[in-house]
């Protein structure tokens, strides 16, 4: 077995994409199952009352800036791994013309799903710390009547918590979310596009927290593809506007990646130009030698 796996990796190391392709393909696996995994933890630190208890909220903010602490280290390895391999495939003329030229796009694809993962991650914890923060905050609003009176009046509303705004699906339940309409109708499927009332939305605190805020392991498929997306639009700097960084871990990421994203591009096709001239210019002064040589030998045959 050893022996096998051994091999495996020796040709791996001498395929010049397959070790970044195989690292994306991993990095992709574990960021898409890792909130499967923490997603049980968070929900057993509720309370199974609808009261909340100040040391919840304290366990969730410590287990918040844990998740945060993990995805900025993670993000980190994942984006300076591609720099890595730039330097290490393109810049230090170790492959030369359409090779270094694919090794640019191959770094340039793994940068913008090395964030996508990324911004994947924040998405579910900054959805999880929303629910939770609004699940606190609208439950003390409903507990003075004054109050609850005006917010319903004026149907005001307490801000978001998001990493991004601009992603319709939610990787957690929350008060303000359409799948809180499920408490009183558990067979309702439909798809909500206006903002819930501020009168439902006080309903649902009256519910524990485990019946409304609930993780949705069933929106992973449209996140992660909004999450790349958005990856693809800010590494090429577009910025279309209809995703936006919210938080400041994700205005942080988004803006180290618009920086290297157009830093590696420019330097990759620059020394992929560079590998292709100076081949061009290899195989030109071995066609003149050989013309030289044809002359030399033509002279001495006619001599």
Not at 90 to 113: A, D, E, F, N, S
Not at 120 to 148: M, P, R
Not at 232 to 243: V, W
């Amino acid at each position: 077995m050893y022996k096998y796996i051994k091999k495996y990796l020796s040709v791996i190391n001498k395929n010049y994409i397959a070790k970044p392709i195989i690292i994306a393909f991993f990095s992709v696996i574990i960021a898409y199952y890792l909130p499967d995994l923490t997603a049980r933890f968070i929900e057993e630190g509720m309370s199974p009352f609808p009261e909340i208890k100040p040391n919840n909220s304290n366990l969730y903010n410590q287990i918040h800036i844990i998740s945060m602490g993990f995805i900025l280290i993670f993000s980190c390895l994942i984006s300076f791994y591609g720099i890595f391999g730039l330097i290490r495939y393109t810049m230090l003329q170790k492959h030369r013309g359409k090779r270094k030229l694919i090794l640019v796009l191959v770094t340039y694809m793994y940068m913008i799903i090395g964030f996508a993962n990324t911004y994947f991650l924040i998405s579910y914890v900054g959805d999880g710390y929303d629910a939770i923060h609004k699940f606190y905050n609208y439950y003390n609003i409903s507990q003075n009547k004054e109050t609850k009176d005006l917010i319903v009046q004026k149907e005001l509303r307490i801000s978001n918590s998001n990493a991004l705004s601009g992603i319709k699906d939610k990787l957690w339940s929350g008060v303000d979310t359409q799948e809180q309409l499920q408490l009183w109708n558990s067979g309702l499927s439909v798809d909500i596009t206006e903002p819930l009332p501020i009168s439902i939305v006080l309903k649902g605190v009256e519910y524990p927290q485990p019946q409304v805020i609930r993780y949705l392991p069933d929106n992973k498929p449209t996140v992660y593809a909004n999450c790349l997306y958005f990856s693809t639009i800010t590494i090429a700097a577009l910025g279309y506007g209809d995703i936006l960084p919210q938080s400041y871990l994700a205005k942080l990421l988004v803006c180290l990646e618009t920086i290297m994203g157009q830093l590696l591009l420019a330097l990759g096709i620059a020394s992929a130009y560079s590998g292709i001239s100076s081949t061009r210019k290899s195989e030109a002064v071995v066609k003149q030698n050989a013309n030289i040589d044809g002359i030399s030998d033509h002279y001495r045959i006619a001599k």
